[in-house]
Each structure stands twice: as C-alpha cells, then as structure tokens.
T-cell receptor, first 114, second 114 residues
C-alpha cells in the first residue's frame, strides 16, 4: 500500500490552543495536499504545497514539507470548536493521461473543546 | 459555481438490485473521480476519468461500472453488490493536469447493501 501514515490518530485540545498533525508518505510526489472532512461528509481542500516548497501559510494554517524525510505537518493556530473534524494529508504523484491520483493518509481526528 | 453534487444522498439496496449513483459538476473540470470510504478510514480511489475517458481503474470489481456520458456528469452503476460494499461513495473533480490542482469533492452517497 502507498497509503501514508498520520499521527496522532486522534487529538483533543481546548479552544484557542494550537493543533499539529504529522504526515509521512512513501513515494516521490508532485505535491501534497491537506483536506478536512466533517463527520460523514465530503472532503474540503485546505492547502496544497508543491514538492519544491518547504512552507506555506493560509490564514490560521501552516504547512511544512520535508521531501528528504517524506513528511509534512499541518499546524492550526488558535483553534476553534468549528475546526473539529478529520484531517487527511494526500500525496499527488500525478498520472499519465490526465487527472491527478491522490493517495490519502490514515487521518487525524481533531476535537476542539470549548 | 464551485460545487460538486451527488445523488442520492442515501441509498439502501439489496444484493440483487441494480442502482446508479450520479455526480455532476459545472466548473469545466475535465477530470472526475470516484472514491470509496469506509467508516474511520481514508478515501480510496476507485476510478479516474479524463476527458470522458477512463484513465485509471484501481482493480475495482466489475459489479461497479463507471460511466462518463459527458464532461459534467459521472455515473457509477451498481449491480449484485455485497454487504461489504456498504460505504460512503465520494465523487470529485479537478482541472485536467497532473499535479498542482486540488480536487473538489461532493458530499457523498451513503450506500447500504442489505
């Protein structure tokens, strides 16, 4: 399986704290993406970092990528109860013939308590 | 319009039934995807269509039959399913270039096979 691993599997924090999730993967990538999924719903794209980038910011999100270690991290600052969701990293190796093949990590379930 | 729609939201079918899942997007995307997601697991890619042609079949059993009638529509025809096929089926779309593009996900169809 090319599936990546994420840790922790579950994370519970208080509102206002920061949350950090880590992702490790196995193959060469074009880019790495992070998605959020609220319970039983579709996935929402959060951020994309290219293989030649080391860090990227978007609002309260900060993503890092270390291709030498095949790892990435997602930091959510000043968390809110609405951030409660599952978070997945997804590696994009690209495919010939069009489209992009995403391989999702195992996911981190984040719970933000009031 | 940045939305991917899926119908139905829920589907219960017997093992001898034939049913279809539908997915639609009007973002001009030329790549569309079907994923299967079991509870507390990451999405797993099933099929990729690029310019209305099947470009990836991830060794999916023939009881699942995809169809892309035009660039906006994607169907998944179901026949003689097994109870273990019960899952959330997610459709997604993206611009048709390998790498660098996010995928837009629909809310999913929750399928129960009895």
């Amino acid at each position: 399986s090319q599936q990546g691993e994420e840790d922790p599997q579950a994370l519970s924090i208080q509102e206002g704290e920061n949350a950090t999730m880590n992702c490790s993967y196995k193959t060469s990538i074009n880019n790495l993406q992070w998605y959020r999924q609220n319970s039983g719903r579709g996935l929402v794209h959060l951020i994309l970092i290219r293989s030649n980038e080391r860090e990227k910011h978007s609002g309260r999100l900060r993503v890092t990528l270390d291709t030498s270690k095949k790892s990435s991290s997602l930091l959510i600052t000043a968390s809110r109860a609405a951030d409660t969701a599952s978070y997945f990293c997804a590696t994009d190796a690209g495919i010939t013939g069009g489209g992009n093949k995403l391989t999702f990590g195992t996911g981190t379930q984040l719970k933000v308590e009031l | 319009d940045t939305e991917v729609t899926q119908t139905p939201k829920h589907l219960v079918m017997g093992m001898t039934n034939k049913k279809s899942l539908k997915c639609e997007q009007h973002m001009g995307h030329r790549a569309m995807y079907w994923y299967k997601q079991k509870a507390k697991k990451p999405p797993e890619l099933m099929f990729v269509y690029s310019y209305e042609k099947l470009s990836i079949n991830e060794s999916v059993p023939s009881r699942f039959s995809p169809e892309c009638p035009n660039s906006s529509l994607l169907n998944l025809h179901l026949h003689a399913l097994q109870p273990e096929d019960s899952a959330l089926y997610l459709c997604a779309s993206s611009q048709d270039r390998s790498g660098l593009f996010r995928q837009y996900f629909g809310p999913g169809t929750r399928l129960t096979v009895t």
